[in-house]
């Protein structure tokens, strides 16, 4: 009996970014993950700019910049809150990060989201022991966080590994700017897709 051949590796990225895209998260408590594929964001001039730089890694780089800014203001504001730092992203000046820069910005966004939602927890929790000791704990309404995706291994794993399934994309961060340096974010781009990652 001949198996049945398993998804692409482009089949499992599609899965993935549509996955993403339909979760929507906690406003202000959690990590946010947006991702899109590369398609859905190149424009005509972008897709002749990407095919002309071939593999001239500097004029890929130029190229993955434009990339980035066509995903903040089109994608990234499409398909996210009003809140949602799209102003402080088109302003932001987005720079690539190399080496271990990448992993530190990611770890920033991480460690940023699971302090908000340890603060959460503990004023729940807190609010829940006061219910409980005054007998009203059947007024309490549910829990800020339930439902919403607050999931940061699972986030780490799609953003680190998932969406890009073996190949290194180019990371990208906000630069510092007059009011010093940024709040977390980084965006990866691959010749397949575009996500960003981000404390809101």
């Given at each position: 009996m001949q198996r049945e051949p398993g998804p692409t590796r482009q089949a499992r990225q599609a899965a993935l970014v549509?996955?993403?895209?339909?979760?929507?998260?906690?406003?202000?408590?959690?990590a946010w993950l947006k991702a899109a594929l590369l398609d859905e964001v190149l424009d005509a001039s972008l897709r002749e700019a990407l095919a002309a730089a071939g593999s001239d890694p500097q004029a890929r780089l130029a190229v993955h910049r434009q990339i980035v800014q066509a995903f903040i203001a089109v994608f990234f504001r499409d398909n996210t809150s009003e809140d949602?730092?799209?102003?402080?992203?088109m302003d932001a000046s987005w720079e690539p990060r190399v080496g271990d820069e990448p992993q530190r910005c990611i770890d920033a966004v991480l460690a940023g989201a699971a302090e908000r939602i340890a603060e959460i927890e503990d004023e729940e929790a807190a609010a829940r022991a006061a219910a409980e000791a005054g007998g009203y704990l059947h007024a309490l309404g549910q829990p800020a966080l339930a439902g919403l995706m607050i999931d940061l291994p699972a986030l780490r794993e799609w953003?680190?590994?998932?969406?890009?399934?073996?190949?290194?994309?180019?990371?990208w961060?906000?630069?510092?700017?007059?009011?010093g340096p940024p709040e977390p974010a980084i965006v990866g781009?691959?010749?397949?897709?575009?996500?960003?990652?981000?404390?809101?």
């Open positions: 549509e996955h993403i895209c339909e979760l929507w998260y906690p406003r202000h408590d959690g949602s730092r799209w102003g402080d992203f953003f680190t590994h998932g969406l890009w399934e073996g190949v290194e994309p180019t990371w961060a906000p630069a510092p700017d007059e009011y781009v691959s010749d397949e897709l575009v996500a960003i990652l981000w404390l809101p």
